[in-house]
């Protein structure tokens, strides 16, 4: 896919921001053809080296750039020649959302196994063992601490969970490695 499709694709364009910030945005949506410098996109953008540099390396760190460095004979001086490679922001979601999944399922379960309390005053949620070492009044504002009902976020989880799933095609292969186990 090209970086112009990729670029027009708000999820992309979620991610990379998520990923540089606002002040890195220009850079991440603006790929040169080539290699460039970083003070070739500081003047082109006319964006601060520093934020320029942030958000390279930033784009490295998560397989969206390389660079080459080059020594100037005369100076000792090393110039950095960045690449884009934005053809690996698909596998790079598709783990996220594979992180994203894990931890909810986590979330999910902790929820499951724990009984909370609520101060309806300060908006505090206690785990039952803290309600109790608290007499079950806040310690902020001495309110009752009242059982608290977590169905609703639990089944929200899990029509997130199911969907991320599908999204993922999950369930296919653990099906397929429960098969192939028997």
Known sequence: MAFEDLLEDPVIQKYLHELVGPKGMPVAAAPPDG???????????????????????????????????????????????????YENIPDNLEEEMHRLLEALENRQEYEYQHEFYLCEVCSIRFEFGEAM???FECPECGSPLESMENSRLIDSMERRIETLREELNVEQLEEAETEAEA
């Open 133 to 135: 070492d608290f007499g």
């Open 35 to 85: 290699e460039v410098t970083d003070e070739e996109l500081a003047e082109e953008l006319d964006l601060e080296l520093n934020d320029v540099r942030r958000a390279l390396f930033i784009l490295y760190e998560n397989d969206l750039a390389t660079y080459r460095r080059l020594r100037d004979e005369d100076s000792g001086w090393l110039t950095y020649l960045w690449t884009f490679q």
